[in-house]
């Protein structure tokens, strides 16, 4: 059965797909549904809408991870950081970080 938010965030960014927070939305409903292949796309649409969307990194890498898409892991963590350190969002920067450690020891 779909989930009825991640239909809802598909109706609306019909409407307006220049709107990084819904892609955001419907990556992060994708992730809670557990559907990495789904959350990914939403998330890099997220970050080409908005590149400094910080959060939108820490949830694309954590998707990947997940996929087992290790290496692409990998660059966007290190990409995340460098935005997330620009926008001074700590808290990102710490979990990309403790994210991209976790990859070497996988």
Do not use: R
Not at 11 to 27: A, H, I
Not at 41 to 57: M, N, T
Not at 59 to 77: D, N, P, T, V, Y
């Amino acid at each position: 059965m779909a989930n009825p938010k991640i239909e809802q965030f598909k109706k609306v960014l019909q409407m307006d797909p220049k709107d990084e927070t819904l892609w955001f939305g419907l990556g992060k409903a994708y992730m809670n549904d557990e559907n990495w292949k789904e959350a990914i796309p939403a998330l890099e649409q997220c970050i080409l809408v908005k590149p400094e969307y910080s959060a939108a990194y820490l949830a694309l890498a954590q998707s990947l991870k997940q996929a087992q898409e290790f290496g692409k892991c990998h660059a966007i963590c290190t990409e995340g950081i460098t935005v997330a350190t620009k926008n001074g969002n700590l808290l990102v920067i710490k979990d990309l970080e403790a994210l991209k450690t976790s990859l070497s020891s996988s």
